[in-house]
T-cell receptor
Framework: GNSVTQMEGPVTLSKEAFLTINCTYT??????LFWYVQYPGEGLQLLLK?????DKGSNKGFEATYRKETTSFHLEKGSVQVSDSAVYFC????????????FGDGTTLTVKP | NAGVTQTPKFQVLKTGQSMTLQCAQD?????MYWYRQDPGMGLRLIYY???????DKGEVPNGYNVSRLNKREFSLRLESAAPSQTSVYFC???????????FGQGTRLTVV
C-alpha cells in the first residue's frame, strides 16, 4: 500500500531560521506529491506540489523537490516567519483524484519572534 | 468565492445519537471526500465519491454512511454516535484533472 512518513514534531524555530521538514513515501505506481498547510482553526490548503521526478514545487518561499531515487519530498524554507507557524502535511496521490490522497501525520511548526 | 463549505462547525452529541454533517462545493468538482483528523494520526479517508451517484469506502468507513445528493453536496451521517467518533471531520473536493484538493474548514465533533 501507499504510505507517507514525516519527521516527527513539534518543531520550534526562531524567526529567520532555516526550515527543513522531512518526508519520505512508499507508493505503488507513480505518485504526485503535495505539501499542505493547516493554520489554526482552518482546513488544509495546498502549499505546493510536484507531479514527476525532479520537479520542484515552490510557493511563499517554501520549496520541495520530488526525488524518486530517495522517495523523498522534503519541505524547505530559507527564512521562516512567525506567520509560518502551522501544521504541515506531506501527501501523495497515485491517481487523478487528488483528494483521495495518503497523508503523513503532520508536523507542527512554531516560529518564535 | 466560498469553495468548500461545511456545517456545522462544532457539535456535541451524546452516545447513541445520530447526526448528519453537511458539505457543499461550488467549484463544479466531480470528486468529493470525507476525512477525519485525530491527533498524531494525520488524515484518514472515511468515504469518497468520484462522481454524482457513486460512493466508495475509504480507510475507516465503519459507523458512517454517506450520500452524494447532487454534484455539489456530499453528506456524512453518523447513525449511532460513539465516543471513538470524537474527531475533526473535513470535507474535500477535487476537479477532473484532480491535482489539487480543496478542503472545508472542518467540523469539530465531540461524542460524550
Amino acid at each position: 500500500g501507499n504510505s507517507v512518513t514525516q519527521m516527527e514534531g513539534p518543531v520550534t524555530l526562531s524567526k529567520e531560521a532555516f526550515l527543513t521538514i522531512n518526508c519520505t513515501y512508499t507508493a505503488t505506481g507513480y505518485p504526485s506529491l503535495f505539501w499542505y498547510v493547516q493554520y489554526p482553526g482552518e482546513g488544509l490548503q495546498l502549499l505546493l506540489k510536484a507531479t514527476k521526478a525532479d520537479d520542484k514545487g515552490s510557493n511563499k518561499g517554501f520549496e520541495a523537490t520530488y526525488r524518486k531515487e530517495t522517495t523523498s519530498f522534503h519541505l524547505e524554507k530559507g527564512s521562516v516567519q512567525v506567520s509560518d507557524s502551522a501544521v504541515y502535511f506531506c501527501a501523495l496521490s497515485v491517481n487523478t483524484n487528488a483528494g483521495k490522497s495518503t497523508f503523513g501525520d503532520g508536523t507542527t511548526l512554531t516560529v518564535k519572534p | 468565492n466560498a469553495g468548500v463549505t461545511q456545517t456545522p462547525k462544532f457539535q456535541v452529541l451524546k452516545t447513541g445519537q445520530s447526526m448528519t454533517l453537511q458539505c457543499a462545493q461550488d467549484m463544479n468538482h466531480n470528486s468529493m471526500y470525507w476525512y477525519r483528523q485525530d491527533p498524531g494520526m494525520g488524515l484518514r479517508l472515511i468515504y469518497y465519491s468520484a462522481s454524482e451517484g457513486t460512493t466508495d469506502k475509504g480507510e475507516v468507513p465503519n459507523g458512517y454512511n454517506v450520500s452524494r445528493l447532487n454534484k455539489r453536496e456530499f453528506s456524512l451521517r453518523l447513525e449511532s454516535a460513539a465516543p471513538s467518533q470524537t474527531s475533526v471531520y473535513f470535507c474535500a473536493s477535487s476537479g477532473e484533472q484532480g491535482v489539487e484538493a480543496f478542503f472545508g474548514q472542518g467540523t469539530r465533533l465531540t461524542v460524550v
